[in-house]
């Protein structure tokens, strides 16, 4: 018999516990970030949290990304994070389809001194990233966008992926939906299908995390 699961089921103090338990510890730019994203309203729940922000920018450190690219920037909180993280002389491009939210990623960006490794555009990422060229190759990316657009975001990113270069998914779990039959909508449905596509895409190692609501992490293989 297989041994049981091991894993932990976490509850509001638990949560409260492991997040205070991580470095760094949030400055005053990231609070402020944060603070005025949360007065948005119910678009503030498109924010990555705080644990997913120190977990990207540990990973990008750990890589030495020089060149990474995210797609779905919003407040600009997961970019700030990423752009931390970058070695001297990485640069970060971020694809967006609102000016009004990116904007306030921008003033943040600038007083978090990172808005020189950042460079914003606004408009389709599915078709900018296909005008990518393959050389030279990502280093690291994020996506947290669109979700019907996950799959194709997916295939232009990990092609043009270094071997070893890590992707970065969020929304995996979309609040656990994925895996009660009775739920269906476009949404759920479309990172149903995606997670299965990581799952069958033999150009990568990934594994699902249990983190805020789900990260996939994909590591391109030889």
């Not at 890589?63 to 995210?70: G, L, P, T, Y």
Request: aromatic residues 8%.
């Amino acid at each position: 018999m297989p041994p049981r699961p091991k894993f932990t089921a976490l509850d509001d103090p638990l949560y409260d516990y492991l997040a205070a338990h991580r470095t760094p510890p949030d400055d005053e730019v990231v609070r402020e970030l944060r603070e005025e994203t949360g007065r948005l309203g119910r678009e503030a729940v498109m924010q990555i949290a705080p644990d997913q922000a120190t977990l990207l920018r540990i990973l990008v450190s750990a890589i030495s990304a020089r060149r990474a690219v995210e797609v779905g920037t919003f407040t600009g909180f997961s970019a700030l994070a990423i752009a931390r993280g970058l070695a001297p002389g990485g640069r970060l491009l971020c694809f967006d389809v609102s000016e009004e939210w990116t904007a306030i990623a921008r003033r943040y960006w600038a007083k978090a001194g990172v808005a020189d490794r950042i460079e914003l555009h606004i408009g389709d990422a599915a078709d900018a990233l296909r005008a990518l060229p393959a050389d030279p190759p990502l280093d690291f990316a994020f996506i947290d966008a669109d979700k019907k657009g996950y799959a194709v975001y997916w295939d232009e990113i990990v092609r043009r992926l270094r071997p070893g270069g890590l992707v970065a998914v969020d929304n995996v779990l979309w609040e656990g939906e994925v895996v009660r039959p009775d739920v269906h909508g476009e949404d759920v449905e479309a990172i149903r299908a995606f997670n299965e596509k990581v799952l069958a895409d033999g150009r990568v190692e990934s594994v699902m995390l249990a983190v805020a609501d789900g990260l996939t992490l994909g590591r391109k293989l030889p």
